[in-house]
Structure formats: structure tokens, C-alpha cells
């Protein structure tokens, strides 16, 4: 079992940054790949950003409708049991809840039903 507990969200203006962190406790935190999605209001979950075991890989939410390759960035520290999602030339359309979420694969999961933990979420909200 892992927990998970998101904190870093706030009220930020447009061209802003944030930095979200995940800090995790339970079983081993290394053995994980670490995912964060975020949800808005009437939306779908989505894929934001994902991390491999040990950080080896990354991978981005880069679709038309949805992308933040080149402004968001995630990493762990897996000696302090915590990923980060550095948010930079955030825009009101980043307005969301970010949920951190961890699963059993070793490799990036893009996929909400392949993960086997979440935290409860940090609101985002970037004003225009």
C-alpha cells in the first residue's frame, strides 16, 4: 500500500509558475512509476506527466487539446519519497485539480486504469 498527498497548488497568474510536489509513504517508493493527471470541472481525468522507475524516462500530455511538454516538468527524489510537477508559463486552461498517482509498472503509464494509487488532489487555479 502507498499514500499519496499532494500540496504546492494555489492561485497563480497567467505566465506564472508552480511547483507541485507528491510525497508518498508505504512501500517502497522506487519500486514505482509515478503519474500526475489533472481533472477540471465537467472534464475527464487527464494525463499530464509520467516518470519511469528510478527517472530514467519521462513523457508529456502533447496533444492539440491538451499540452504541456516544454512548459511542465516531473521528477522524484526517491530518497525523499516525492515526485514534482515544476509548472512554468502556466495558462488558465491549466486550471484544474492535479492528482499525483503511483503505479506497480516499471515503465510510463499514461492510463488513469493502470494506476493503482492517488492522492486526493491540490487545486490549481491560474487566473488570465
Known amino acids: 500500500q502507498v499514500q499519496l498527498v499532494e500540496s504546492g497548488g494555489g492561485l497563480v497568474q497567467a505566465g506564472g509558475s508552480l511547483r507541485l510536489s507528491c510525497a508518498a509513504s508505504?512501500?517502497?517508493?522506487?519500486?514505482?512509476?509515478m503519474g500526475w493527471f489533472r481533472q477540471a470541472p465537467g472534464k475527464e481525468r487527464e494525463f499530464v506527466a509520467a516518470i519511469s522507475w528510478f527517472g530514467g524516462r519521462t513523457n508529456y500530455a502533447n496533444s492539440v487539446a491538451n499540452s504541456v511538454k516544454g512548459r511542465f516538468t516531473i521528477s522524484r527524489d526517491d530518497a525523499k519519497k516525492t515526485v514534482y510537477l515544476q509548472m512554468n508559463s502556466l495558462k488558465p486552461e491549466d486550471t484544474a485539480v492535479y492528482y499525483c498517482?503511483?503505479?506497480?509498472?516499471?515503465?510510463?503509464?499514461?492510463?488513469?486504469?493502470?494506476?493503482?494509487?492517488w492522492g486526493q488532489g491540490t487545486q490549481v487555479t491560474v487566473s488570465s
Open positions: 508505504g512501500r517502497t517508493f522506487s519500486n514505482y512509476a
Open positions: 498517482a503511483a503505479t506497480e509498472s516499471a515503465s510510463i503509464v499514461v492510463v488513469t486504469t493502470r494506476y493503482h494509487f
